[in-house]
């Protein structure tokens, strides 16, 4: 017969694994420049107070940081033992500002809060980011914008968002590029976008930005995308990587295309979330 004997301070680590595998996310909030930022928060229990890699999940255009695929991706670098930082952009979700009023400038600006707000806490410290869609536009920008950022999965990263405004062509609405309205009904009316978002995509410089950031000292920056994306074209992933690693300080840079994916990774967000916490290990 074999005798297992077990410390006190064993059991308790066992105990407080098992409680914190099922913790809810805790949620909390912090000034905007549009009002407040809903934030929600995975916090390991053994880096509660422990300094080191922090992930900061970002989600894509009319989404909110409870979407499918960005819950994925939270649980699965959760398990990985990342504390994840999962937030609502201004004008999304349960965070303040009007929709209408948002550009991806202001997106940059609510998720420079977001990092310098999660880099005072504990367990703060260097950052990797996820972007979906517009969200990993606003992310692949901060890596050339923003110290302390060490990596960033980019996920369909939305660079057509540019050439969409140049063109006048905005999901289903057709506008004068060159005199866009105030206000752009979408999706029959059910969102207003405004004009300013337009004016501000159009002098965008997407990935003029994005190629500055190994000199901000990124490591990598690695974009998954899939091929049957039709809101997307996979080519601008590929833009994506091109930037970062043909730059005067270039970084590492992979691109993933998923065959059969479409924009959203509808179906596939567990296989998505699985690869990019694994790219998001080789950051570290």
């Known amino acids: 017969m074999i005798c297992r004997f077990f410390s006190l301070s064993v059991f308790l680590t066992i105990l407080l694994l098992a409680v914190n595998a099922n913790a809810a996310p805790r949620k909390t909030e912090i000034d905007g420049a549009s009002g407040k930022l809903s934030i929600l928060l995975d916090i390991p229990a053994e880096r509660e107070t422990v300094k080191g890699p922090v992930v900061v999940a970002c989600h894509g255009f009319t989404s909110w940081k409870g979407e499918p695929l960005l819950t994925a991706v939270a649980e699965a670098a959760y398990k990985a033992g990342f504390p994840v930082v999962r937030f609502d952009f201004n004008g999304h979700g349960e965070s303040g500002g009007d929709f209408s009023k948002m550009t991806v400038s202001s997106e940059v600006d609510d998720l420079r809060r977001v990092l310098e707000w999660a880099a005072k806490q504990p367990w703060g410290g260097d950052f990797l980011l996820v972007g979906h869609s517009q969200g990993g536009v606003v992310s692949g920008m901060a890596c050339g914008l923003y110290s302390g950022i060490k990596g960033a999965v980019l996920l369909a990263p939305a660079g ?4 969409d405004s140049k063109s006048g062509h905005i999901f289903d609405a057709r506008i004068d590029p060159a005199n866009p309205p105030d206000v752009i009904p979408l999706f029959g009316g059910a969102k207003l976008l405004g004009g300013c978002f337009v004016r501000d995509a159009q002098k965008l410089p997407l990935y003029e930005t994005v190629a500055k950031a190994g000199s901000r000292g990124v ?4 974009i ?3 091929k049957a994306d039709v809101v997307v074209p996979y080519s601008y992933g590929q833009r994506f ?3 970062a690693s043909f730059a005067a300080v270039p970084c590492q840079a992979e691109f993933h295309l998923l065959y059969g994916a479409n924009h959203d990774f509808s179906q596939r967000e567990k296989e998505v979330a699985e690869l990019t916490v694994f790219l998001l290990k080789k950051m570290e």
């Open 241 to 243: 990587a091109d930037a």
């Open 219 to 222: 490591r990598s920056i690695s």
């Open 160 to 163: 057509v968002l540019v050439d």
């Open 224 to 226: 998954i995308h899939g």
